[in-house]
T-cell receptor, first 115, second 111 residues
Framework: EPEVTQTPSHQVTQMGQEVILRCVPI?????FYWYRQILGQKVEFLVS????????KSEIFDDQFSVERPDGSNFTLKIRSTKLEDSAMYFC?????????????FGPGTRLTVT | GESVGLHLPTLSVQEGDNSIINCAYS??????FIWYKQESGKGPQFIID?????DKRQGQRVTVLLNKTVKHLSLQIAATQPGDSAVYFC??????????FGRGTSLIVHP
């Protein structure tokens, strides 16, 4: 069964450093998403991406965040200057067209720890 | 602001029992609801969804009930198994493709 993969599984970084979280969505999916989950809290939407551009983003997704689809398979989330409060699980998800199905497939997540 | 929440943070059941997980929502404009399962160390996994023009939908061992009058959503799991142990989130959508998640209920199934 096809699945979304994410690397690394755990990333430790120092405050102020840049991090790039990587995702490989399911190959025939066209819509991509990033979510985060701070420990013990709700899953929160960050951004959605379609046709090489951001389609929706939340208030969390400020200028410190960016997304990119550098090639035909990877989808990345970059945090330019990490803060302590960026420590969380980051989930990538992908889906077919929402006109067909709302079902999103989530990856296993990357645990980001900012020290 | 609008929110989606869960009544019970933890539910413990015996293997073989039926489980009911509840969710309250407050956004009356929500027209689509989803239940996700999240096992330890994994991402959320879609279980079942329901549109606001329905009040019941059944899947394999799972049933979702929607009561729009009281803005309440429930997930029923029949013959609960140890593999069902996980955190269950409800989520809602209203006017967007992006779900808003609740905090989650931890289901613990005792063998």
């Amino acid at each position: 069964e096809p699945e979304v993969t994410q690397t690394p599984s755990h990333q430790v970084t120092q405050m102020g450093q840049e991090v790039i979280l990587r995702c490989v969505p399911i190959s025939n999916h066209l819509y991509f998403y990033w979510y985060r989950q701070i420990l013990g809290q709700k899953v929160e939407f960050l951004v959605s991406f379609y046709n090489n551009e951001i389609s929706e983003k939340s208030e969390i997704f400020d200028d410190q965040f960016s997304v990119e689809r550098p090639d035909g398979s990877n989808f990345t989330l970059k945090i330019r200057s990490t803060k302590l409060e960026d420590s969380a699980m980051y989930f990538c998800a992908s889906s077919e067209s929402p006109a067909i199905t709302y079902e999103q497939y989530f990856g296993p997540g990357t645990r980001l720890t900012v020290t | 602001g609008e929110s989606v929440g869960l009544h019970l943070p933890t539910l413990s059941v015996q293997e073989g029992d039926n489980s009911i997980i509840n969710c309250a929502y407050s956004n009356s404009a929500s027209d689509y609801f989803i239940w996700y399962k999240q096992e330890s160390g994994k991402g959320p996994q879609f279980i079942i969804d329901i549109r606001s023009n329905m009040d019941k939908r059944q899947g394999q061992r799972v049933t979702v009930l929607l009561n729009k009058t009281v803005k309440h959503l429930s997930l029923q799991i029949a013959a609960t198994q140890p593999g069902d142990s996980a955190v269950y989130f409800c989520a809602e959508r209203g006017g967007s493709y992006i779900p808003t998640f609740g905090r989650g209920t931890s289901l613990i199934v005792h063998p």
